[in-house]
């Protein structure tokens, strides 16, 4: 029974790497789309009309699969295959780190010093220096086919007060807490349910994780649970927290709930031809959320109230966060654009035009970041762009 069960695995696992070779000789990575030439060629510059200048210009090996993130002088660009850091005053490629195959785009953050990024198909949690990229430590299976049976990583998260890293993976009931520093675990919270994770934010010493339809705040020092709220969470998916509330987003309508009791504050729904396929996501600054849908348009709302505060009409779908350099907002289209406008009013301020008109399909998280002077941007495709003051 022995022998079957293993000879049975080791055909399977010879059938999964197949398909994952077949694909990356077809397509050059996994999840290549149509216009997978997009993404391989470099991108250039029509015109720009945007409050900042362009500081340089960086084409990469191979395409991005992830916003850029920002990380004191360093830019990093997660791409399919490997992690890639930039300096942030010229462009020019420090390190690049082997990460194996991207299969969720939320397996990375980073602080000042360190990154932490999921590899090997994302069952190994990596923590390297940003400076250097030299290995801190790893965590995770060390072969074929622990690697292959393993849970991924589904989503990682930094905690730069307690010096911790918060993982959930799939199929796992637990949430893990590892040191920072070391790697080794802190403490781990069982759920004993393996389905219907959601999502967790950081919030002072608590972490707030949806389960379903379920709240739970943990405490960020031993694990322990501090509250559940049970049942009240069904309005859609949590895509950020503020001002004492949760945001939940589906068809077309974002509910702010209260953390504590579960209650709506309330709730914003704008016309939208088709928001079935067009759910609303925010950005959240301070007292004020910023909001875009798939109907072409980016609302500004007071976060306390919910109230519309101004609307604009863009020519494409906004694909990124939005981020602030000063009082101006910058987003980027779907159509190849980044567009610059006041924060305050909705005015535009201007325009970056590029060729390919698009961005890749399957660039799903936007590519728009900022250290607070200077904008970083990139359509999923090999080229990275700088504009400063």
Known sequence: ??????????????FAGALVWLGIRANGSLGAGPNVEDAKQARTIIQSTLPISLKWK??????????????????LIRTN??????????GVVDWDADTGIL????????????????????????SVRVQNGQSLWDRGPDNLIANLLNPTVYQLLIDQTQQQLYVARTRDSRLYAYSLKDGNVAWVYNHEEASGFSSFYLQGDLLYVFWSDDLYVLDV??????????????????????????????????????????????????????PDVNPLLPTVMDNWIYVWNGCRKIYALEA???????EMQVEGNTISPIVAIGESGYAMLSNGTVIAFDLRTGAEQGILVTDPPRVNPQYL?????????????????????????
């Not at 029974?1 to 010879?14: N, P």
């Not at 299969?103 to 990596?126: C, E, F, H, M, P």
């Not at 649970?225 to 068809?251: H, W, Y």
């Not at 306390?304 to 101004?310: P, V």
Request: charged share 20%; hydrophobic share 45%.
């Open 1 to 14: 029974m022995k022998l079957r069960y293993l000879v049975g695995l080791l055909v399977l696992v010879a």
């Open 58 to 75: 960086t084409d990469l090996k191979e395409a991005a699969a992830h916003y850029p993130l920002v990380a004191n002088d360093t830019v």
């Open 81 to 90: 295959n490997s992690l890639v850091a930039l300096s942030a005053e010229n």
């Open 103 to 126: 299969l969720t785009i939320w397996g990375v953050d980073a602080t000042a010093n360190t990154v932490v990024y999921s590899s090997d198909r994302q069952t190994k949690i990596n």
């Open 221 to 274: 020092d031993t694990g322990k649970l501090r509250r559940r709220v049970s049942d009240q969470f069904t309005e859609g998916a949590p895509v950020a927290i503020s001002q004492g509330n949760v945001l939940l987003s589906r068809k077309g309508e974002l509910t702010a709930k209260n953390l504590k009791t579960g209650l709506q504050s309330w709730q914003f729904a704008p016309p939208c031809a088709f």
């Open 304 to 310: 306390a109230t919910g109230k519309l505060i101004w």
């Open 365 to 389: 998280s936007g590519g728009v970041a900022t250290d607070g002077r200077q904008l970083f941007v990139n359509f999923g495709d090999r080229t990275v762009f700088a504009f400063a003051p």
